[in-house]
DNA sequence: CGGCTTTGACCAGCGC
DNA sequence: GCGCTGGTCAAAGCCG
């Protein structure tokens, strides 16, 4: 099958769109090159210097009329309806029925405790596989993923939203384990993992999967103090974590639009693609704090403040 | 005591 | 079928 007839270069430039910059935390974050794969799930392939020319390679002619038209994946409802039909599904539990009728039963003896327990076991293993079933789902209809890659110290970097971390494994072929958190809002299904690069401890990758159904919890207080300098910065951040929000939305929109055919994700693709773009990386930052997107993300009069 | 992290165990998917 | 890996669960422990 000859893909390549069909494929064409797409190009643009980083930092006149609106897919990178700081979170309102000062963490930078740069748009990343990503790649559909064929079970819909978002591949990590490089992270961009700011001002350099993005290029999306292997593109198909007839995908790039599409790529603006952002498509959100509803896969938050197919979620609800596995939970509310576990919620229907009712087992047997110690109180119910079946199970205190064989209690009050005077014949009760050893081989009968067995059958309780094994009635308890096979309802345990009915919960238990109707979760898996939820989880295979789940896995069916995964949301698209979203990857980025900022140079910090700190692994879980505050961007506005609380976590709880329900996970830790170490990854083949990194010193480095991944951490799974997950959003602490009761009706967000919202994760994120957190590793850092093996070709580049000092970045830090995090693949956000699905959107947030809330806003942010974490709403930085202003006008508390009289200090203008105070004031000033907790403008800023409130101004920049709203402006982080909406490129964060932005870009899932647009990467959810996307639609790669070929998966380019062996290991040795993808730390090529590392390799190639992290090389660049190290001036990055310095270079943004000075001249990077804060010109876009805040009123010239905030930035006179120093 | 509630919220969070740690960590071992479990399971599904995938490649061989 | 088997082993490896990623993702998740849940009990235990920690901490403010």
């Known amino acids: 099958m000859e893909k390549k007839d069909t494929v064409m270069k797409m190009e643009g430039t980083i930092g006149d769109s609106s897919l990178s ?54 896969s938050f409802e197919t979620v609800r309806e596995c939970n509310s039909e576990l919620l229907n599904h009712r087992p047997a539990t110690p109180n119910s029925s079946s199970i205190s009728s064989a209690s009050t039963s005077e014949a009760v003896n050893d081989e009968h405790n067995k059958t309780v327990d094994q009635a308890e076991e096979e309802e345990k293993n009915k919960i238990k596989k109707l979760l898996k079933a939820k989880k295979t789902n789940q896995k069916k209809h995964r949301e698209p993923r979203v990857a980025f890659m900022t140079k910090s110290e700190v692994d879980h970097l505050e961007d506005g939203y609380r976590w709880r971390k329900y996970g830790k494994k170490a990854v083949k072929n990194s010193p480095f384990p991944r951490s799974y958190y997950r959003c602490t809002s009761a009706s967000c299904n919202v994760k994120k993992r957190v590793e850092r690069s093996f070709t580049d401890p000092s970045i830090v990758v995090t693949t956000y999967e699905g959107q947030h159904t809330h806003p942010s919890p974490v709403i930085p207080r202003s006008g508390l103090t009289g200090d203008p300098d105070i004031s000033a910065a907790n403008y800023l951040s409130q101004y920049q974590q709203q402006h982080f929000q909406q490129q964060q939305q932005l870009l899932f929109n647009t990467l959810s639009s996307l639609s790669f055919p070929y998966n380019h994700s062996t290991p040795s693709e993808i730390a090529f693609a590392q390799e190639r773009l992290v090389c660049n990386h190290g001036k990055t930052a310095a270079f943004l704090r000075d001249h990077g997107l804060l010109q876009d993300v805040v009123p010239s009069h905030m930035l006179k403040q120093e």
């Open 21 to 74: 910059g700081y979170n309102p935390f000062g963490n930078l974050f740069d748009f990343c090159e990503v790649e559909k794969s064929s079970l819909g799930i978002m591949e990590l392939l490089g992270v961009h210097e700011y001002g350099s020319t993005l290029q999306f390679p292997d593109i198909p002619q007839q995908r790039l009329s599409t790529m603006s038209v952002p498509k959100v994946v509803p």
